[in-house]
């Protein structure tokens, strides 16, 4: 399915990512985090990801990030899933300090 | 990382980072030895001589190693199923060690890389720092037998995470930041194997940080650490139990023996020649067939290795004329609805090894480091004379690592209570008072899960006295059998056999060895005291924004009182922990109990029960704790990151883990207790009076800064839920 799509996405000529990345995951987390979910921690900056695709359909990605408010820089590292919604991407589970 | 390149007695220069015995204690092994090793360590049949754990020991002050978690046949033990004439080396879980290589994830074939199932010994002075390539490479297992899998959040265990805790240090339990990406002794992280799938979000109950495949450690161990014995093992909650009892753990020493010991004849240190590791570990291995478990009626393979543990695997004493060296035989428990293991061996040994052989040589005899692999299971040891069958007398030199010093005015049977009861204390025959220390002599040494103890061994007389062996005269090491309260049942094994000639004269020792040193229990609250100094590190730490309000120090006068029992007594196995807060009156602080007035809660990582800052200046805080035992079974009490001594206690027994004793319920409700309860009290009850325990209560020095947990060790309870959350953040003064 994921290949279909992004086949499309080339054909014709749309920026399609085929796999989240790191700017991908802290747009949809800004997104979902301004509207008030209580689904994920607060102030947090993505820094590394590494996704891999799940027979669900969706994305599990290897998240590490920081607290924005945390002068310490403490890195926390997650598992964040990750799927499609309305030609964006969506996070399926909470991005949390751990 | 010191290479060890130095000739052994044999003369043969060592080119790897270990070393191993024989005979002899030390012994440099060839490095061709080494390499048959590699895959399967040493092969060794019952009654074979007791080998040395292998060595890494640190250099320049750094150990730096790769440590990977694998799976692979336990070559010492042969494992015969039933109509079977196969023989199985059942498949244990053990760390792979070998020299941090430049890059990769895994050890190079060759001799500088073993994985023994009996463990490896990481050698480190104080002042060092230990860095550590951890790789998990463990097998997923099935779902159906892993006992926490359907706990809350908990539905990645059997994918097998592990992780890594230095068990006694006191080191920092550092997570790690953007400037330091490595972490301390940090045992919330849990590193997952990419190969059995990536582990799927969950909403609950979740462990820490999930990290795929490898993480760096870096422990910095204090330059003022006091010299002992300490050890490592996994610690993901859940499946702690399956992860030791399947093999993995090993020994940490900081320092040598012969910093806190010396002969009574001459004022030398211990030699390390005449010190003796022993770690000991046991493990279940199934006949085939289905068996129970909490999901239900399983399939097993022959040889299979039951993680889970079951006490009653073995009859807990033998039948007449059965010898058990070094396992016991399973038993069917159809009977009475449990499993039949008929077929099925609990393997119990030393070193990895089954019963072997202990020479005692020299003359003064050695000094014993026993450090327990064990899960849940307690041990009960007696060296029993093979001519007499009497208990054996040998002088106790240290607790969990730490020498043990009882002032001159001190009975000697006050160590069985500053300690909870874990030795029988015998007279010490002709052995003086020297310096401040009186000399402590015991017959039988009980360790609960995580506990070390270390011994003086040489041979001596039915009245304890020291005298030239007789010819041919020799010991057994047993496990006696031991029962917890009203909880489980361990059963008896003969676990080596000792044997000594000790021919020529002594040259340190007349009647004992003498305890202590500036680097012993005593010496951690001396100037310059790792428990009196200011934390160095903790001068430039960053607080959490939160420490001001969420981390109170303790008021003067106030302890905290932690509760063992259930979170819920109609449930069985809902292991908890409850809170609260006591005034110098004994009142309740009102607000403190957590998780409610009365309640006791489950583990779960992302609650901190207790925070406190250390003392302006950074100093060492001491706070005192009561701990109330619910449970008409036993637990044991450990505070990872510091160690703590009984309050009012004359002396200096500072420990790492503590067995609590039994409730005992009144008359009233003991019915209930016993049939509605599961067999624990409610707070409530206790606050009535209905239900007697003893409170214990401890002197705590808290040094060290980070996020670490408090639990009972018996690890079936500490995966059930019998654990807590605790946070120590710099001072902001």
Redesign the interface.
Known sequence: MWQELFLACSLINLSCASVPDVSIIQTAYEVEASSGSTLHDKGLKV?KA?C?H?PGKQF?C?VMF?SS?????????????VTRKNGGWEL???LCK? | MRMIPAAGKDGKTMTTGFRASRSGIYRWIAAAHVAAGLAFGPTAAIGEHLIEPPVFASHNGVLDIMMVAIAQPIPTISFRPPSSSTIIHPTGWVYQICPRPPSGLSCPAGSTTVSPYGGTRLSLQPGDTLKIRFVNRLPKMDPNKVAHVTDPGEANLYLNPTNLHTHGLLTPAR?????D?TFGDFT??TVFNSANG????Q?TH???????DTIDYKITIPANHPSGLFWFHPHVHGIALNQVVQGLSGIITIGSAGDNVRGDAVNTPWPDASVRHLMLKEIQVLPGGVISFDSGPQPTAPGEVLNQEDPDFCAQFPATGEVRQGSCAGQDNSADDGNNYTGGKWYMTVNGQQFPTVPITAPDGEIWRVATGAGSLSWDLQLVDDATHQPMTVQLIAIDGVAVHLPQDSPPSSIVWIAGGRFKVVACPDAPVIGSTLPVCVNEIVMMPSSRTELWVTYRNSQGRIVPPPRGASGTLKMVGLTMGSGDSWPAVDLAKVEFNQAGGRRYTSHQVVVGSARDAMGTHQPGGIFTTPVAYAAT??A??TANTACPPLPRGHRRRIFFGFSDVTTDGTFALGYEEVDQHSNVVPGSQKPAPDQLQQFD??VTTVCLPLGPGQTPVQETWELIQLSTENHNFHLHQTRFVMTGANGGVIQDNFPLGVAVPGRKIADKVANDQNGVCTIAQWRRGECKSHPEVFDIQFSQLGEFVYHCHILEHEDGGMMARIQVVPSPH
């Open positions: 820094l590494k891999h799940d599990l290897e920081v408010s945390d002068p310490s820089e403490r890195l926390y590292f997650d598992i964040v899933a399926k589970s909470g751990r | 997570a790690p930041t953007v400037s990406p919330f992280v990536i582990p799927v979000p909403t979740q462990h820490g940080p999930i990290v795929m730490a960053v959490p924004a990582p992302s």
